[in-house]
């Protein structure tokens, strides 16, 4: 009798860490909401580029539209579900878009990769956590660039929930060198800023960006 009470009392402990094991290895669930990927997905852009080349006398400000539409979806090779997006260009709000390229974006082992002009970069690696940092150029020829997350879930604008991901920040009194790519939840890429300054003249109290001898500064956003 008692040795069926042992053979019964160690079955339930069996089940019960067995159970408990089963609980601990469960995956975690992800949130990949900051790079949305569903066909027809678009998103419309305001560009402001500048050019700045003082000794030449170049003073050259473009303005102009971007919409990034995924418009279909393939498996390729490794059979990871890949997007094609068509981007897309006007000058005005009231003419015709006009297609220009075509990149491509997939989740490969937790990471946002995006293909932009045949370069492959890795946008976010999932979960996202603060400060959290990787290399964007790791699946290219580039050279190696550490991203970091400096902002995370933060309102921004219109929007409830938003990351920052700086990929660039270098200064120094004479030349400035800052990327940074801004996401929001369900949308994807909502800002994005390239700030390329060579050379600044120096004059106490004034912002880099305001005495630009040689540089560009790019900004790409959805708030127009």
């Known amino acids: 009798m008692k040795s069926n009470y042992f053979i019964f009392f160690s079955l339930l402990l069996t089940m019960f860490f067995t159970n408990c094991k089963k609980e601990k290895t469960l995956p975690e669930t992800i949130d990949y909401s900051y790079f949305p990927l569903n066909l027809n997905h678009e998103v419309e852009y305001k560009v402001t580029k500048i050019k700045i080349d003082a000794p030449i006398n170049v003073y050259d ?11 279909s979806f393939y498996f390729d090779e490794t059979g990871n579900k890949t997007f094609r997006i068509e981007l897309y260009k006007r000058y005005h709000n009231f003419s015709n878009w006009e297609i220009t390229d075509a990149w491509m974006a997939q989740i490969v082992n937790n990471q946002a990769h995006k293909v932009e002009e045949n370069i492959r970069y890795v946008k976010i690696v999932f979960p996202l956590k603060l400060q959290l ?92």
């Open 61 to 71: 400000t473009q303005i102009y539209y971007l919409k990034e539409k995924i418009d």
């Open 133 to 224: 940092k990787w290399d964007g150029n790791a699946h290219n020829t580039l050279e190696k660039q550490i991203y970091t997350v400096e902002k995370l879930h933060e309102t921004w604008k219109q929007y409830d929930s938003t990351c920052l991901i700086v990929q660039q920040n270098k200064e120094s009194l004479i030349d400035k060198y800052y990327q940074s790519e801004r996401y929001a939840k369900h949308v994807g890429l909502v800002e994005k800023i390239n700030i390329n300054i060579s050379q600044a003249y120096i004059i106490q109290g004034l912002p880099i960006e305001q005495r630009i001898k040689r540089g560009e500064i790019y900004i790409q956003t959805t708030n127009f």
